[in-house]
């Protein structure tokens, strides 16, 4: 059976969370993409994002990556899964 390993690729990514929420809608505003805002039962409090992806919207929880693809897509991730797949460039300026 064949084996493939991801190619290195940068891409841009914030995590949601209550106090970078405005800066992330603002974010995806300015490449064109609507969110609307997630809420949970009983008490009807916010929960996150709503995001449309290339296969649909995708609910961003608070702690969750909101990530930018090669192609300019937007997407969730989990963190777990993010911080295992993904670690951050320092760049020297």
Known sequence: MPIFRKKPVEIEARQLT???EFDI??????????TRTSSKPPMRAVSGLIIPTLEGD???????????????????????IFEKTYEEVIINV
């Open 18 to 20: 209550h106090q970078s």
């Open 58 to 80: 995708h609910e961003a929880s608070y702690g969750d990556y909101i990530i930018k693809g090669v192609a300019g897509e937007f997407y969730p991730c989990k963190p777990d």
């Open 25 to 34: 809608v603002s974010w995806l505003a300015d490449h064109g993409v609507k």
